[in-house]
């Protein structure tokens, strides 16, 4: 880790609870805050460490671990250094708070993790307006437990004389007819 | 520019609303603006997404990493190359894998003529959303013969899955540098005509002069980049602060502007094909005429990536494109993000922008952003 990063870290070290801290490539830190802590920490990282730039806010689900982990992607035009910023919440009570103060896009972001995970940000502005899905009512598409296949068949009907094939058995006839197992 | 403040009573017979898009042809994809109108001027508006939706992000981490290769290019219909290059580098980091240079060489000449063939079909639009139809023409014209030099390189015209995880999918033909020199001397003279017939238009002028004005404090704020940042004066480029392919060893200059508005975008743009030209020339001449193209991979059938995560990002016509991966040991990813510059574009700036603009410079305006809404709902 160059000694700019080091330095970064233990500035913030020093008011944050950091884990999981490590540098993925130069250019590119890694790292986790408290749930409590992280919009304040976002906040520093912009105003006090010039991360003036949100490049995207995502959600990863890990319903093993029954969590989602928010990233704050954050960049430095001035070093070009970038922080992406996780932070853990629980699955069960998905809400965390809104950071569409600190940049006019966050909104949409928000919006979409609303629809896409069902994460909540109270007081994000049109956080319930629908955002690509219109009347969506079942479980939010990007969570793991959301079966595209079993969608799919429930809600479409195959059309009469209409089959799919499979693509193993389908080679099989056209470039070797005379094959048997 | 003025923002609305009072309350929109549309029982008042003061307002009327406007729906524009999604299948509009002053729109650059298909999304819709809900416009409030109060004479000619739009006081709110409101935009619309999801008519692209087909769940991209969701598709492929339920498909093998080679088999995402495929889907990647169809997030961003004009400019799909940019789609399999952070694709392919950002699993080539996670897997460490080290593309040969000859492969770096021609993923690079792919972007740089995948943002000329972009840039061409944008320079056709920001014409005709302002009246000039006949300059559209033309440059789709040259645009074709663009995509020719891609039908030769990658055997498709516009989904080329030719930047694949490892390296390219092939070689260039033989002739291809004699032809593709041609065909940019051919839109050099194009830019140029255009220069004169659109650049110096009192039409053009009169309407895009003073449109959709990006003051510099809202670009961090909106989160805005490329183009529509470097118009505004802002010199940020990453091909130039932080280098990735060969893009190091190329002599460009970053083009910036100071007005900010829909001319000052269109001037940046029409400047920086010409640059993009001048890119391509270096690379003909300079890449590396024999050698690997394609690095050893795993048995792709059987791919396992180790667990990791990064975030790869490159400077498409928009702006910064980038991808964020996180995988998990498994054949899947865990998780994919495609971040696009159109979602803050389309989205918040062109909502504030759009208020105090006329009815009939909207289209003009949103052409000016640039905008791509696939890559938004991805």
Redesign the interface.
Known sequence: MNPTTQALIDRLSAHFTLSEVRE??P??L?LKVPRKDAVQFIRDLRDGENY?????L?A??YIEQGIFTL?Y?LHN?AN?Q?I?VHVDIERERAEMDSIHKL???A???QRELREMFGIRFPGSPGLDD?????GWDQIP??RKE?D?LAFSQERFHTREGRASEDPREHMRQIMYPTHSD | MQQQNTPIDLSSGKYVKVWQGPQHPGITGNMSLELTLCGDEVVECKTHVGYLHRGFEKLMERRTFIQNFTVVCRIAVPEPTFNEYLYAAAVEELAGIEPPERAQWLRTMNLELMRLASYLMWLGGIAAAFGQGTIYQWTITHRDYVLDLFEEMTGARVYHMYIVPGGVRARLPEGFAERAREVLDRVEKLLDEVEKVLFKNAVFKARAKGLGVITPDMVDHYGIVGPNARAAGFERDLRRDEPYLVYDLLDFEVVTGSASDAYERARVRHREMLEGIHMVRQILERMPGDGPFQARMPNVLHWQVPAGETYVKAECTRGEYGYYLVTDGSQFLRRIHVRGPSYTHAIAVMERLAVGTNIADIAGLMVSLHTYPPEIER
Do not use: R
């Not at chain 1, 003036?52 to 995207?56: C, E, Q, S, V």
């Not at chain 1, 629908?130 to 219109?134: G, V, W």
């Open positions: 993925q490539k250019g590119l890694l003036t730039h949100l490049n995207f995502t990863i689900d990233t992607m035009y070009h970038g992406a940049w006019a896009q909104a949409t972001y629908d955002f690509c899905l219109e598409p990007m959301f595209t």
